[in-house]
């Protein structure tokens, strides 16, 4: 389980010889096994925040606590590690290998990890099981429903059992049933692993699922409720 810290981050991007602001002073805590909505405008920073965040991106300043850890001062191959060993993704449109079935997609990122060595079937059976796509496993990505598609990218982003699930927009490119299924599994693995999610939606409904809301808007917090 992970606390995270953000203080006061700001996040410049230049464009030729313009310097946009994405992030302006965002400060934020995020308590242990958390559930944790972004919300705000197109162009208010939600991807910004959430890139750096999982150690996808660096801000311009500021810092990064991953249990009192301040992890702002790592270079580019110590962030990757890190990122890689404790941080999962979930995206819009949900990143799959075309090539690769649903089994071999959720095992994919033991593959790729050293520290992942050995048989990854009981493991990778079992959080298929947990999202409910266990029937599906030999399945290739485009034999699926889009809801069953983000449900593979959760089994995928849990499957290293990680400190946090970062996902941007999950639920951009489902219909509202598919949408509220995809939350209830994210709530449940929450609950039963005690994962911290942190997800960004302009979604009313997505919203709801959320024990905390957080708006940006301008690259600020503007509420927490
Ligand atoms: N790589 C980049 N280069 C330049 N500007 C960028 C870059 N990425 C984001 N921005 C700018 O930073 C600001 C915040 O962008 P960001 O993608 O974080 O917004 P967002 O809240 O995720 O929006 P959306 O809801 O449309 O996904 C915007 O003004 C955007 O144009
Ligand atoms: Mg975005």
């Known amino acids: ?48 925040l959430l890139n750096i965040i999982g150690c996808l991106d660096k801000s311009t300043n500021g810092d990064l606590f991953f249990n009192d850890k301040n992890i702002t001062g790592y270079d580019d191959n110590r962030l990757t590690s890190f990122r890689n060993d404790n941080i999962g993704f979930i995206f819009q449109d949900f990143n799959l290998i075309p090539v690769l079935t649903v089994y071999e997609n959720v095992e994919f990122p033991l593959c790729i990890n050293p520290k992942f060595k050995g048989n990854h079937k009981k ?26 598609k983000q449900r593979v990218a959760i089994a995928r982003a849990l499957i290293k059992k990680p400190l946090i699930v970062l996902a ?58």
């Open 1 to 48: 389980m992970v606390n995270i810290r953000v203080e006061d981050l700001i996040k410049d991007y230049k464009v030729g010889d313009i310097t946009v602001r994405a992030l302006n002073g965002v400060s934020l805590d995020i308590k242990e096994s958390s559930f944790i909505s972004i919300a705000g405008p197109s162009g208010s920073g939600k991807t910004t």
């Open 123 to 148: 493991n990778v059976e079992e959080i298929l099981k947990m999202v409910g796509i266990f029937e599906l496993k030999d399945r290739l990505p485009k034999e699926l429903s889009g809801g069953q």
């Open 168 to 225: 941007d927009e999950p639920t951009a490119n489902l219909d509202s049933d598919n949408a509220k299924n995809v939350m209830e599994i994210m709530k449940q693995m929450n609950r039963d692993l005690k994962t911290t999610f942190l997800f960004s939606t302009h979604d009313k409904l997505v919203m709801d699922f959320a024990e905390k809301i957080i708006h940006l808007r301008d690259g600020k917090i503007v509420e927490e409720n």
